[in-house]
T-cell receptor, first 111, second 117 residues
Framework: GENVEQHPSTLSVQEGDSAVIKCTYS??????FPWYKQELGKRPQLIID?????GEKKDQRIAVTLNKTAKHFSLHITETQPEDSAVYFC??????????FGTGTKLQVIP | DADVTQTPRNRITKTGKRIMLECSQT?????MYWYRQDPGLGLRLIYY???????NKGEISDGYSVSRQAQAKFSLSLESAIPNQTALYFC????????????????FGPGTRLTVL
């Protein structure tokens, strides 16, 4: 089955700095890579996703990059704000939409 | 708004008790999932169902069973709860888009916090 590794497990940044979270996956057939954000006490929610036919996608302060050759994809958050503090999960799908999640990164933005 | 709901939101029970967690959705999605979340372990798949007649085991199905009563309802049961089943449980749904590798957003319920004493 798919193996998804996510790093780092915790990340602290000063407000205004950038944050980068990286995931690697094992199944070369994977073609869709979402990122979910889970605020404290809340449910995970999709914040951005990328498909394998593109290398980068941006949405305001967040971006995702994909390197299919190396089998890794990364979440980039620029100009971090306190409300970016949360746990972030990457995911990679397996056949028939069974999805394997990374173990999560707890991001703390220090005001 | 179409949503995914879970009941109960919190439950404390004792070892050996049978527990049922319920999930309902008004999103009209065929595909439903049960995950458990433990600190440092992320979200791990327990069971998934692609329609009313389809039930599949995930990576950690031992000690759990499920029932898909209707398109909108997917229940998770712990036949004899044990303390290491203490966790946060999430139900999720996704759309149906063919049989290939999944490429659809998952919509999560609010979660059920289960404590087994």
């Amino acid at each position: 089955g798919e193996n998804v590794e996510q790093h780092p497990s915790t990340l602290s940044v000063q407000e205004g700095d950038s944050a980068v979270i990286k995931c690697t996956y094992s199944d070369s057939a994977s073609n869709y890579f979402p990122w979910y954000k889970q605020e404290l006490g809340k449910r995970p929610q999709l914040i951005i996703d990328i498909r394998s036919n593109v290398g980068e996608k941006k949405d305001q302060r967040i971006a995702v990059t994909l390197n299919k050759t190396a089998k890794h994809f990364s979440l980039h958050i620029t100009e971090t704000q306190p409300e970016d503090s949360a746990v972030y999960f990457c995911a990679a799908p397996q056949l028939y939409q069974k999805v394997t999640f990374g173990t999560g990164t707890k991001l703390q933005v220090i005001p | 708004d179409a949503d995914v709901t879970q009941t109960p939101r919190n439950r404390i029970t004792k070892t050996g008790k049978r527990i049922m967690l319920e999930c309902s959705q008004t999103k009209g999605h065929d595909r439903m999932y049960w995950y458990r979340q433990d600190p440092g372990l992320g979200l791990r798949l327990i069971y998934y169902s692609f329609d009313v007649k389809d039930i599949n085991k995930g990576e950690i199905s031992d000690g759990y069973s499920v029932s898909r009563q209707a398109q909108a309802k997917f229940s998770l049961s712990l036949e004899s709860a044990i303390p290491n089943q203490t966790a946060l449980y999430f139900c999720a749904t996704s759309e149906t888009r063919g049989l290939g590798l999944g490429n659809n957003e998952q919509f999560f319920g609010p979660g059920t916090r289960l404590t087994v004493l």
